[in-house]
């Protein structure tokens, strides 16, 4: 799938996703909102579903794996930066074919754009000593 479909999906599930964790809305609906109101087809639209679909039923999952890595209680995270976490710890568990840099890359770069001022930081500092846990380096 291009790049650009996966950053287009990216960018849409955090925003579904942050309005499922502060509604407790049915992901299924947030879903069909976000699909009616944003331009999402082919890949783009197929990946959006899956992490809409997926990263709530696996949020438990998720926030165990983070939980470690965080200076705070989760549900003291912002809710932006919950989203993007989540997302980003789904994919460096269930994509094993998305390069763990470029989940990186484009976490850091969903909380420049979404998160607060120097919320990005905190971002890569969890996902940096995450990603050495559920993507640990292979041995040669």
Same mark, same amino acid.
């Given at each position: 799938m291009p790049t650009q479909s996966r950053h287009i999906a990216r960018? $849409? #599930?955090?925003?579904?996703?942050? &309005?499922?964790?502060?509604?407790?809305? #049915?992901? %299924?609906?947030?879903?069909?909102?976000?699909? $009616?109101?944003? %331009?999402?087809?082919g890949g783009a639209l197929e990946y959006?579903?899956?992490?809409? %679909?997926?990263?709530?039923?696996?949020?438990?999952?998720?926030? $165990?794996?983070?939980?470690?890595?965080?200076?705070?209680?989760?549900? &003291?995270?912002?809710?932006v930066e919950r989203a993007i976490l989540r997302v980003a710890t789904y994919e460096l568990e269930y994509e094993s074919?998305?390069?763990f840099k470029v989940i990186l890359d484009e #976490?850091?770069?969903? $909380?420049?754009?979404f998160g607060a001022e120097h919320g990005y930081k905190f971002v890569n500092a969890v996902l940096d000593r995450l990603v050495l846990t559920l993507r640990p380096p292979k041995e040669s």
């Open positions: 960018r $849409s #599930a955090v925003q579904a996703l942050y &309005q499922w964790d502060l509604t407790e809305q #049915a992901p %299924e609906d947030i879903e069909k909102h976000f699909i $009616s109101r944003h %331009e999402l087809a959006f579903r899956r992490l809409v %679909e997926e990263v709530p039923l696996h949020h438990q999952e998720l926030d $165990s794996h983070l939980e470690p890595f965080l200076d705070r209680d989760f549900q &003291q995270v912002d809710p074919d998305v390069p #976490a850091i770069e969903l $909380s420049k754009t």
